[in-house]
Each structure stands twice: as C-alpha cells, then as structure tokens.
C-alpha cells in the first residue's frame, strides 16, 4: 500500500500532474504489492529564468 500524504499547490496544473503521477505510482505499489510512503512537498517557488 502506497500512503500519500500532500498539501495544496498554487498553481492548479500542480495539483493535476501530483494527482495523476500518485495514482499511477499507487497501481504499481498496488501490483507489486510494495509498501511506501509519498510526502508531495507542495510549496511552488517562482523560477525567473522561466518566466515571461
């Protein structure tokens, strides 16, 4: 069993691509039978050289 723990990012295509990679990430641990733990760390910091 995969036990994910997250926050809520700013930014909502954060929040879409965490969702999408711990439910996948969750399927593999499911068939494997893996245990784990998956902390997102949710703070968004801007990067200037990808801005505008």
């Known amino acids: 069993m995969l036990e994910i723990r997250?926050?809520?990012?700013?930014?909502?295509?954060?929040?879409?691509?965490?969702?999408?990679?711990?439910?996948?990430?969750?399927?593999?641990?499911?068939?494997?039978?893996?245990?784990g733990l998956l902390i997102a760390n949710s703070e968004c910091e801007a990067e200037s050289r990808l801005s505008n």
Not at 6 to 32: C, H, I, P, S, V
């Open 6 to 35: 997250k926050g809520t990012a700013t930014k909502n295509y954060e929040n879409t691509f965490f969702r999408e990679f711990a439910d996948n990430l969750k399927k593999m641990f499911d068939k494997y039978s893996l245990d």
